[in-house]
């Protein structure tokens, strides 16, 4: 149902997530994040509540692998579950529930973590993580060129409907938040095509929110 790849960025400590599912809505459930602290991709029968949860362990000092490691004491139904984690030094950890569903997979990479769950075939995960270990560019690039990759690979069993694309930085929000919520094809495509739009105006929503007086003009009637 969803295959997913969490990253960090060894240039700028960003922490990202890109991911994409044959149900709707898929970003609404499954990434978090916290700026400083890491990244959580709560996935296959998902409980958004362990998003939070594991969150909370690594930002008392706990590594990905401990966190993950409260999770069955946690969830009474962690057999269902599927999870990943990055930490802020990118560090990392993947939990599989013996009820995770289909054909699934997940790697550790350098600075990254990939998994799947009603994946077409298990090398899917390989090609998620060889790719995002492989390219440059910015975090955002790197996980979309992942996700395609992956898809080319072939993906999940069945057809893919939604997609996510989250990043945080230095601040408090997210720099990077952008959900494709349903298309009947090629979801991934779709979050590639809004990041290609929103990449050149990223700096200007920061520039405006930390110093208004800064910003380029708004683009709206009226303004100067």
């Known amino acids: 149902m969803t295959f997913s790849i969490i990253g960090r960025c060894a240039e700028t400590g960003q922490l990202g997530i890109a991911i994409s599912s044959s149900s709707i809505a898929v970003g609404a459930r499954c990434p978090w994040l916290r700026p400083g602290v890491g990244?959580?991709?709560?996935?296959?029968?998902?409980?958004?509540?362990?998003?939070?949860h594991v969150l909370d362990q690594l930002e008392s000092g706990q590594s990905p692998e401990q966190a993950l490691a409260t999770v069955p004491t946690y969830d009474r139904y962690s057999q269902f579950r599927q999870v990943t984690s990055i930490d802020s030094?990118?560090?990392?950890?993947f939990f599989s529930g013996s009820q995770t569903l289909g054909c699934y997979h997940a790697v550790a990479g350098e600075q990254c973590v990939g998994a799947g769950n009603m994946l077409a075939d298990s090398r899917v995960i390989d090609a998620l993580v060889?790719?995002?270990?492989?390219?440059?560019?910015?975090?955002?690039?790197?996980?979309?060129?992942?996700?395609?990759?992956?898809?080319?690979?072939?993906g999940e069993a069945g057809p893919v409907h939604s997609a996510a694309l989250k990043v945080v930085g230095d601040v408090s929000w997210p720099i990077i938040d952008?959900?494709?919520?349903?298309?009947?094809?090629?979801?991934?495509?779709?979050?590639?095509?809004?990041?290609?739009?929103?990449?050149?105006?990223?700096?200007?929503?920061?520039?405006?929110?930390?110093?208004?007086?800064?910003?380029?003009?708004?683009?709206?009637?009226?303004d100067e």
Not at 46 to 52: H, V, Y
Not at 89 to 93: E, K, M
């Open 39 to 52: 990244a959580v991709s709560t996935q296959n029968i998902t409980l958004p509540a362990l998003g939070s």
């Open 130 to 154: 060889k790719t995002f270990e492989t390219t440059g560019g910015p975090l955002a690039d790197r996980l979309i060129a992942a996700m395609q990759a992956a898809l080319a690979a072939g």
């Open 89 to 93: 030094q990118g560090n990392t950890a």
């Open 178 to 222: 952008l959900r494709v919520d349903w298309a009947e094809q090629d979801p991934v495509g779709v979050l590639a095509g809004l990041w290609t739009d929103y990449k050149p105006q990223m700096q200007d929503y920061l520039t405006r929110a930390l110093d208004p007086t800064k910003a380029p003009s708004y683009g709206v009637p009226g």
